[in-house]
C-alpha cells in the first residue's frame, strides 16, 4: 500500500519529466503510427475542392498570435497550399495583433509567386485592423474605408487590380479562419455571416471545438478543422505531409501518457480512501 | 554569427519559460517579462500603424475629416487617465464609447447568429437517421440532453429536486460532466500540440533552424544546472 501512497503523492516535476520524455522521444525516433482519417478532413478538404469555384474571392485571416501556432500553423500552410491550387482571389486579413507576424512565416513556407499568383493581382494583404468586432463590421461595410493602405506597398487599396471587384462583404465568397478565441467564429458570424450570408470554415485549437459544434450542427459552418491531429489527416488527405504529421506521434504518446496517469490516479485514490476509512 | 542570435533567443526564451516546471525561478520571470515586453510593444506598434495609416490616406483628405481624427485620437488619450487617480474618471469616456459600440454591434445579429439559429437547428434535427445507427443515437441524446439542461437552469430552489425535474436534473448534471470532461479532453490536446510544436522547434526539425538543437542542449544544461545546484547549496546553507 505504500507504493499506492507513493504514486499519489508524487512530485509533479517527475509527471513534468515524463511528459518530455513522451513527447520528445517520437520527435527524435518516429514511431510511424496510422493516421486514420476523420469525418472532419473529409469534409474540409471536400469543401475546400468542391465548393470553392474558379473566380471566387477568399478571405484567408489567421486570427491567433505565436502562442497558438503549434496546433494552427499546419493547417493554415496546408490550406493555403490547396486554396492556391486554385483560380480564386485571396485576401488575408487579421484581427489579431500578432496575424501579420505569423502569416510572414507562412510565406517562409508557402510562396505564392510558386503558384503563379501575382501580388495585387491574385492576392492582397490588408495587415492587422485593430478593433475586433466593431472592426470586422467596418470592413463588412467598406474595404477601402477600413483599411487605408495595404500591408506589403503601403499603397491605396484602390490602386490594386483586385480591390476593382472588392468592395464590402458581398463581393467575398467564402471565409477561412484559423483562431484561437476572441474575436474568432461568433464574431465573424455576427458581422459577416448572419447580415451578409457569407460561408465560413473556421480552423480552431481544441479547447474551442466544443464552442463551435453547435455552429457545424446548425449549418452556420460549413467545415471545421479541430486541432492538430485533423490537421495531420489533412496533409496526408492532400498528400503533402507537413509539421502536423510529424508531430501526430507525440501527440499519440502524450495522450497515452494522460490517460495511465488518470488511470493510476484513480486506483491511488480509491485505494487509499479505502484504507483511510 | 547574426542569424544564430535570434535561434539562440528563442531557444533560451522557450526553455526559461518551461523553467517553471521545476519551480517558480530567475530564468523563468526574465523570460516572462521579456515576452510581456515584446507583446505589449508590439500591439502598441501596430495600433500606432494603423493610426497613422488612416491620418496619411484618408483623414487628412478633407477638414472636418482631420477634426473627427483629432477629437478620436482625444478620446483616445484619455484611456491613460486609469493610471492616475485623479484622472481616472477620465478613463470612463472612451471604455463607454468601446463598449457602447461593441455591444451595439453585436446586438444586431447576435438574437439570429447565437439564439435563433441554433434553436431552428435543433429543431431540425431528425430523431431517426436512416441507415445510420451512430446518427440516431447522436440526434436522440441531443434531443434529451438540449432541454433537460434548459430545465435544470430555468427551475431554481427546491422544485429542482422534486418530481420529474430529479430525473431530468440528473441527465442535465451528467450532460454537463460530459461536456466538461469533453472540454478538458480537448485542452489536453491544446497544451500538449503547444509543447509539441515548442519540442518540434527545440530539436529543430524541419522547417524550424537547425541549430536550435545545439542551443536547446546547451541551455537546458545551464539551466537545469544552474538550479539544481542553487537548491544544493540553499539546503547545505540551511541551519539543522
Redesign the interface.
Known amino acids: 500500500m505504500s507504493i499506492i501512497k507513493k504514486i499519489r503523492d508524487l512530485d509533479t516535476r517527475i509527471i513534468y519529466a515524463l511528459a518530455w520524455i513522451f513527447v520528445l522521444f517520437p520527435l527524435i525516433s518516429p514511431l510511424g503510427l496510422p493516421i486514420p482519417i476523420s469525418a472532419d478532413a473529409i469534409a474540409w478538404n471536400n469543401y475546400v475542392t468542391d465548393e470553392v469555384q474558379d473566380g471566387d474571392t477568399v478571405i484567408f485571416s489567421l486570427m491567433y498570435g505565436t502562442s497558438g501556432m503549434p496546433e494552427l500553423f499546419p493547417m493554415s500552410v496546408a490550406t493555403m497550399k490547396h486554396i492556391l491550387e486554385k483560380d480564386v482571389k485571396i485576401v488575408v486579413v487579421h484581427f489579431w495583433t500578432e496575424g501579420p507576424l505569423v502569416f510572414n512565416a507562412l510565406l517562409g513556407q508557402v510562396d505564392p509567386a510558386d503558384y503563379g499568383k501575382v501580388y495585387g493581382e491574385d492576392w492582397i494583404r490588408l495587415g492587422y485592423i485593430p478593433g475586433s468586432e466593431t472592426a470586422m463590421g467596418s470592413l463588412a461595410t467598406s474595404f477601402q474605408k477600413t483599411v487605408p493602405n495595404d500591408y506589403v506597398e503601403r499603397k491605396p487599396l484602390d490602386s490594386f487590380a483586385i480591390m476593382d471587384d472588392i468592395k464590402s462583404a458581398e463581393d467575398i465568397d467564402l471565409i477561412i479562419s484559423f483562431e484561437t478565441g476572441t474575436p474568432g467564429t461568433p464574431e465573424w458570424l455576427r458581422q459577416w455571416n448572419t447580415p451578409y450570408g457569407v460561408p465560413q470554415i473556421t480552423g480552431c485549437i481544441g479547447v474551442s471545438v466544443p464552442g463551435m459544434i453547435p455552429y457545424m450542427n446548425s449549418g452556420q459552418l460549413k467545415a471545421l478543422m479541430p486541432g492538430l491531429t485533423v490537421s495531420a489527416e489533412y496533409e496526408v488527405l492532400l498528400n503533402k505531409p507537413g509539421l502536423a504529421v510529424a508531430g501526430v506521434d507525440a501527440v499519440s504518446t502524450s495522450h497515452l501518457l494522460v490517460v495511465l496517469l488518470v488511470i493510476i490516479g484513480n486506483v491511488a485514490y480509491f485505494m487509499t480512501r479505502e484504507e483511510g476509512q | 554569427m547574426v542569424d544564430l542570435l535570434p535561434v539562440w533567443i528563442a531557444v533560451f526564451c522557450t526553455l526559461g519559460i518551461y523553467s517553471i516546471?521545476?519551480r517558480e525561478n530567475n530564468w523563468f520571470r526574465l523570460a516572462e517579462s521579456a515576452y510581456l515586453g515584446c507583446?505589449v510593444g508590439?500591439?502598441v506598434s501596430?495600433?500606432l500603424l494603423?493610426i497613422r495609416?488612416?491620418l496619411?490616406?484618408?483623414w487628412s483628405n478633407g477638414g472636418l475629416a482631420i477634426l473627427l481624427f483629432v477629437i478620436t485620437l482625444i478620446v483616445g488619450v484619455l484611456w491613460y487617465g486609469r493610471f492616475n487617480k485623479d484622472y481616472f474618471y477620465l478613463y470612463r469616456w472612451p471604455l463607454a464609447i468601446v463598449v457602447g459600440?461593441?455591444i451595439g454591434?453585436?446586438l444586431?445579429?447576435?438574437v439570429?447568429?447565437?439564439f435563433l439559429?441554433?434553436i431552428?437547428?435543433q429543431a431540425n434535427?431528425p430523431f431517426f437517421v436512416a441507415g445510420d445507427i451512430g446518427g440516431t443515437i447522436n440526434n436522440l441524446l441531443?434531443h434529451l440532453m438540449v432541454p433537460s439542461i434548459l430545465l435544470y437552469f430555468w427551475f431554481t430552489g427546491t422544485i429542482r429536486d422534486s418530481g420529474p425535474m430529479k430525473v431530468v436534473g440528473k441527465v442535465a448534471r451528467y450532460t454537463m460532466m460530459a461536456?466538461f470532461g469533453?472540454?478538458y479532453?480537448?485542452?489536453?490536446?491544446?497544451r500538449?500540440?503547444?509543447?509539441?510544436?515548442?519540442?518540434?522547434f527545440l530539436?529543430g526539425?524541419p522547417?524550424n533552424a537547425a541549430e536550435a538543437r545545439l542551443a536547446f542542449m546547451v541551455i537546458a544544461a545551464v539551466m537545469l544546472l544552474s538550479m539544481i545546484g542553487y537548491d544544493m547549496i540553499a539546503k547545505k546553507e540551511q541551519p539543522e
Open positions: 516546471l521545476y507583446a508590439y500591439g501596430q495600433d494603423y495609416n488612416q496619411i490616406a484618408q459600440t461593441g454591434m453585436a444586431k445579429t447576435v439570429f447568429t447565437q439559429d441554433q431552428i437547428a434535427t441531443i461536456g469533453s472540454a479532453g480537448y485542452t489536453i490536446l491544446t500538449y500540440s503547444l509543447f509539441i510544436g515548442r519540442s518540434q530539436l526539425l522547417p
